[in-house]
């Protein structure tokens, strides 16, 4: 019998069981935690316990970045006239449009921790830097990308900035690490560049949003004309964003692209190629680093490489970066304006940008479409399923910049790619949600604001929406009274992000498939991680969660025990290690400042730990390598260096004693295995995580008994 | 049996094969439909066909005026944190609180037709009197009250400024008449004026919304100074807003509150008592001819009498309108003003108003818990159930007024009455819907604006909520560059209407109880209509709400044959008749020069046809009466005026001819039964109404043998 089929089977009739006592529902009671509780994982859920689920083989997740109701409605007004309905958005959630169908659509908050992206909040290590934790006990009404990225991706609440780390700079597993660790085929598209946050938060751990590459925001040229691309090029940048020590240069776990590495999704498309010119620490390019590592590589611009590619797995990744920044919008901006009767009388109509990729055959349908034909295709999908997200990333970017153009073809966009999907997946067995991260500025009035800038639209339809943008908190558009405008009373295209405000309104989810139903009525973002989870059969709490490293190892590459090969640490996203002589003398160990120090692991892969500049001789060494989110260690006890005699001294591990011949290895330690429980702040969900821990406890135990 | 449950029977069953055909989802294609087609009944639906449908045997709607999503946050982030829930407004909709309980959440559109309230675009009578119509062919995307309140009340798209009148001026059926056809109990109840749109479309059909009463919105006071209350009170308060055709004294069916008088709902509840103080044709005022015809009536501020209200029924139905204007807020108001630090150092905290009734008992969670007790202890509530509708107003009117503590205090208020009702209903019998009429311009945002107004709140939690205000058209706030403004930099509490914007985005309706998961999905506001009627049994189609009349009847009051009893147009508001000589030329007829002339009909009662100034002698005559919306007729051929020999010349009826004694009278002439069909825009409704109306016909004929 499958054990995690048995656990979950008890669980799923525990939480029936609890069910039938009041504890489903609305987990929260009618006043809210406080951020100290609401920052445990799993602690903001609205809907406790597994309800409205059904396993789905597969599941995609659609983001449309800062496409909350109103920006729905702006692009469904303009391009199918204010009584149609969008071919892919409007039918996800629509119940009776396909037969047998679970279909659902409700409102989700959007809510974030900790105060908007102040870093004079954050602690400070010693020498300054800033240390990834961000512990001010308040509650941010109005999320950015990252935080809420980070809640459907990993359950837990955060700071805007954090990408899938608490308010403590913990690093907080993610549905692509569990997916992995559950044998599934993950993807991962985007219009944005694939270091943004919502890509992020399936590829990293990191305090900073922009730590981008291990130069943060250096796009890899010669900045000091030196004629050379090196580092002094990314001091002459002078964009170094990255907590230090998440560096690797200072033991930390690296950076957001060499963590998409690290994690290696099948399929990986997007924009952000640029950011891959950067260096790593051996000064070859990340591109390098990727080839190196077996990736399929296609650059900006090479869309017949796109076009080409034909399969996609562990072995051979794909990492298609079509476009050096974010990729081209659909249609050419519109400039939001000053109230204006002109506007009244000629509508703004949007024409199709030149550069659009779509035009070559690289939508964002076709990013999706091929992404799902190289993850139903490969082994690990076939078998198993797939989990894929795609952003439709410059809804939000443009929305900042007053765009309603590029708001509104990038919406058409994101609803042709599901359109794309639902032609090629059976809603039997695949759960489709659509949804946004944050709702945005833009609103439907009735006449040209007085205050605000506005754009007039001709709808699909002959009417006219008036859209105003009034959220600004600097007057970049010279609009106001403030004279320190650029632009006199109109939005500036020309700026890479502008600075409308996100919202804070509860915003629209909706979904088809087998679990969709777990998105009616009231939920928060954070219970999407949950509803993915459990349609997919993931680890969704701290303790299934733990329970993914119990299979860790530690065994060196060959005779000489210096190189080692880590595995199963599959609830984990971060290993220390600690080498010690015989004497117990430390001779090397991982760092430990931040939370984000150690060894990054390579999900549901080998994590390769080279310790040949200290293991040089035949003395006896011990090597412990724990796990810092399960807790788990692994400790190879009393093994020779490499100039050892073969077979004498040999390495002693816990608990395969008695192991006498080179390479040196060792599991975990199963009397320990038991890691850390993560604590959670929602009391009902209190009483069923200690409930499922004595359960899981139980079943672990027997689990450990039947495999040895 | 019953034929009306033979005829439902025989419906679905045909929808359902329909379905199976696949003619359910959404009705509309992608590409959305012209305002030339959105105009008639029923074509703006999104959801066509029958589905999802279960009998409830009451409804409850519960409208927010002006709560969208945002609204809904703001104040879920004050009054409860940003992690809270409201007791009530959060449970409708919400899965699994209840077992068994059918539950329903979605988003629908809220967009209305014609240009908004522009008085320039009406079609003119000769005598340059608007006519009550609005053909000009365009869609508008933001909604006023009373053109969203017709959607769901009528089920037709109209224009701004339109109570249940469609674009071309016709009167469309509303809920309530429906529901009383059906013998139904009815309620009404908000914290707005009586006559303001959300309440007047159960009410009334009026061209334009501020038709308050026949001296328009004059409040009833000594305006001239000269002692007396009377007409010229009126004319010097010039406030004249109706169509004038409309109005009784010009042969019309009357203002909003005179309609409310000949609806008669057994419970109306809400404010606008001194609308009433104006003066009838016969120098009455209002409150008179409510008590004279029956109505229990509570004044303005009369707290006790509200809280003595023990019985209300068709006999006695209750008139409580206990405030002058709009009700009392919960809170007092609180001012945005331009960007400010010292905002976010001292956010605000609402206070309650000493005016609030909710002090004495009388708020709107005390009118909804009266409301239903009442409603349920009607013999009609008991036998057939009841439908209610329950407004929270004054979340649109603080809106307006950009003033967050009034917002919130009334969304509170509706929170609190939805927990009332559920305190009271079963929801296994009974539907309980909220939603908004349309969403507004509050928006939570990161920091302060510049241009906009902003408020800074201190949510439950601890945590701020940022409120931005920018969708004003004018400056009325002094807060641009327009110098118009009468107060610098903030909004004036003062004004009775600010004028920020309502906004066009889909918004939120959840439902709880038979027939709720109709709101899954995107829908559009005039679905609403359908799935209360569809729940409650009410004819929804045109073909359906013709039958409604069949059994129409004129009868002579006594012998004298000069007034005459009108009943059972229950598929008509308005009627027409023609009286004519025994040469066949007209003495007298009703008014005929717009659609809303003519006599209103009492809704399933008895309207009283006094033609005593014409029938004076004992020569013959012939009358007939005709329904405006049905087209059904009652002819009385050759009767005798009052001097006539009893007994000879008795009147002449068809089909009952052969009439030969005193009183005359008549019924619905069965030849010409079938009324003009709606005709319907939709492609596929067009399909099922087709099919329908071919099923109607067939009842109806056999229906027409079983009573005759």
Chains 1, 2 share one sequence.
């Not at 449309?64 to 204010?82: C, F, K, P, Q, W």
């Not at 970066?321 to 703004?348: E, I």
């Amino acid at each position: 019998m499958n054990t995690r089929k048995a656990l979950k089977g008890t669980v799923a009739a525990l939480v029936a069981s609890a069910t039938l006592f009041g504890f489903a529902g609305l987990a929260n009671a009618t006043e809210g935690q406080s951020a100290a509780e609401l920052k445990e994982h799993g602690a903001a859920q609205r809907i406790a316990g597994i309800y409205g689920n059904t396993t789905a083989k597969n599941v995609i997740l659609f983001i449309g970045d800062g496409m909350g109701d109103s920006e729905i409605t702006v692009a469904r007004n303009y391009l199918h006239g204010v009584n149609g309905s969008f071919d892919g958005l409007d039918k996800i959630g629509q119940p009776n449009l396909n037969k047998g169908v679970e279909t659902g659509t409700g409102q989700y908050t959007t809510f974030s921790l900790g105060n908007n992206s102040n870093d004079s909040l954050m602690a400070k290590d010693k020498n300054g830097q800033l240390t990834g934790s961000k512990t001010a006990g308040v509650i941010t009404p109005v999320t950015d990308s990252s935080a809420s990225g980070s809640g459907w991706a990993t359950g837990t609440k955060t700071y805007n900035n954090a990408v899938d780390v608490d308010v403590e700079g913990n690093p907080q597993l993610n549905l692509i690490e569990l997916a992995k660790a559950a044998g599934k085929a993950t993807g991962n598209v985007t219009t944005a560049e694939i270091q943004d946050a919502t890509p992020a938060v399936l590829e990293s751990h990191s305090s900073e949003r922009a730590c981008y590459g291990p130069q943060g925001k250096w796009d890899g040229t010669d900045k000091n004309g030196d004629g050379k691309v090196d580092l002094e090029d990314a001091k002459a940048a002078g964009i170094g964003s990255c907590l230090a020590n998440q560096l690797k240069a200072n033991g930390g776990i690296g950076s957001i692209s060499e963590q998409l590495l690290d994690t290696r999704a099948d399929v990986t498309i997007g924009g952000g190629a640029k950011y891959f010119n950067q260096l790593d620490q051996s000064g070859k390019t990340l591109w390098q680093d990727a080839s190196d590592r077996g990736f399929q590589t296609v650059k900006s611009g090479d869309v017949d490489g796109f076009k080409k590619l034909a399969a996609a797995d562990q072995n051979k990744p794909v990492l298609a970066l079509l476009g050096d920044g974010n990729l081209p919008t659909q249609f050419n901006p519109s400039v939001a304006t000053k109230q204006d009767p002109a506007k009244d009388a000629n509508p703004t109509e949007c024409s199709v940008n030149d550069k659009w990729l779509g035009k070559q055959g690289a939508s964002l349908a076709d990013f999706t479409g091929k992404a799902i034909d190289l993850l139903r295709n490969n082994k690990n999908g076939k078998d198993n399923g797939y989990f894929l997200q795609v952003e439709g990333a410059s809804i939000d970017k443009q929305d900042h910049n007053a765009n309603a153009c590029g708001q509104i073809g990038e919406t058409d966009d994101l609803d042709k790619a599901i359109s794309a999907a639902l032609s090629k997946v059976d809603l039997s067995n695949t759960l489709v949600i659509v949804t946004a991260d944050h709702a945005h500025t833009s609103q439907i009035v009735e006449s040209q604001p007085i205050y605000a800038l506005s754009t007039v639209l001709k709808n699909r339809d002959g009417s006219k929406t008036t859209i105003s943008y009034g959220t600004s908190e600097e007057d970049l558009y010279g609009n106001g009274s403030d004279t320190s405008g650029d632009v006199e009373g109109k939005a500036d295209p020309s700026k890479a992000q502008g600075n409308m405000s996100h919202t804070g309104t509860q915003l629209r989810i909706a979904a088809s498939g087998p679990g969709a139903s777990r998105v009616d009525g009231l939920t928060d973002q954070t219970d999407n991680f949950y509803t993915i989870g459990h349609a997919l059969g993931l680890a969704t709490d701290k303790a299934g969660q733990n329970e993914l490293s119990k299979g860790a190892e530690v065994k060196a590459q060959d005779n000489k025990n210096q190189v080692f090969d880590i595995t199963g640490f599959n609830g984990d996203a971060v290993l220390r290690y600690e080498l010690k002589d015989k004497d117990g003398k430390v001779v090397s160990a991982s760092d430990a400042s931040t939370p984000l120090s150690g060894l990054r692991v390579q999900t549901a892969g080998t994590t390769v730990l080279d310790l040949s500049k200290f293991i040089t001789s035949d003395a006896q060494y011990s090597l412990t390598v724990t796990g810092q989110q399960s807790g788990k260690s692994v400790e190879i006890k009393s093994f020779n260096g490499p100039n050892g005699t073969e077979g004498s001294g040999s390495a002693q591990v816990t608990p395969n004693a008695g192991n006498n011949s080179k390479p040196a290895s060792g599991k975990v330690n199963e009397a320990s295995q038991n890691g850390p429980l993560g604590k959670t702040g929602a009391t009902v969900l209190g009483v069923l995580l200690f409930a499922l821990a004595l359960v899981a406890g139980g079943m672990a135990v027997k689990f450990a008994r039947s495999r040895n």
